[in-house]
C-alpha cells in the first residue's frame, strides 16, 4: 500500500507563510502526478497545485503567485510553499498522488492538514 503522509500545517496570520510537506512511502515504482487540494467547510474539495514528474505545474487562479509547489523525486515528497497568506486559505490541505504500484497507476490520498488563516 501508498501513504501520503503530509505535514507543516498550522495557524498563521494573514500575510504570513507555511509550507507544507507531503511524503509517500511504500512500494512505489514512480509517482507521476502530486497535488494539492483543498476543501474549506461547506465547500467542495478544490486543486490548489499540481506537479508533473517532470516538473510542469499547474495553480488555481486563486493562488497563482502566492503559492509554489516542488517536488522532490527522489524522496517522493511534494511541498507546497504557500506565501501571502489570505483567510480565505483556511482549509484542510490534502495531499494527492498518482502512483505506480504493480502494473497501474492509482491515486491515493493523504489524512490532511488543517491550515488556518487570521485576519
Known amino acids: 500500500q501508498v501513504q501520503l503522509v503530509e505535514s507543516g500545517g498550522g495557524l498563521a496570520q494573514a500575510g504570513g507563510s507555511l509550507r507544507l510537506s507531503c511524503a509517500a512511502s511504500g512500494i512505489i515504482f514512480s509517482i507521476n502526478t502530486m497535488g494539492w487540494y483543498r476543501q474549506a467547510p461547506g465547500k467542495q474539495r478544490e486543486l490548489v497545485a499540481s506537479i508533473t514528474r517532470g516538473e510542469i505545474t499547474n495553480y488555481a487562479d486563486s493562488v497563482k503567485g502566492r503559492f509554489t509547489i516542488s517536488r522532490d523525486n527522489a524522496k517522493n515528497t511534494a511541498y507546497l510553499q504557500m506565501n501571502s497568506l489570505k483567510p480565505d486559505d483556511t482549509a484542510v490541505y490534502y495531499c494527492?498522488?498518482?502512483?505506480?504500484?504493480?502494473?497501474?497507476?492509482?491515486?491515493?490520498w493523504g489524512q490532511g492538514t488543517q491550515v488556518t488563516v487570521s485576519s
Open positions: 494527492n498522488a498518482a502512483a505506480l504500484v504493480g502494473l497501474s497507476y492509482s491515486s491515493y
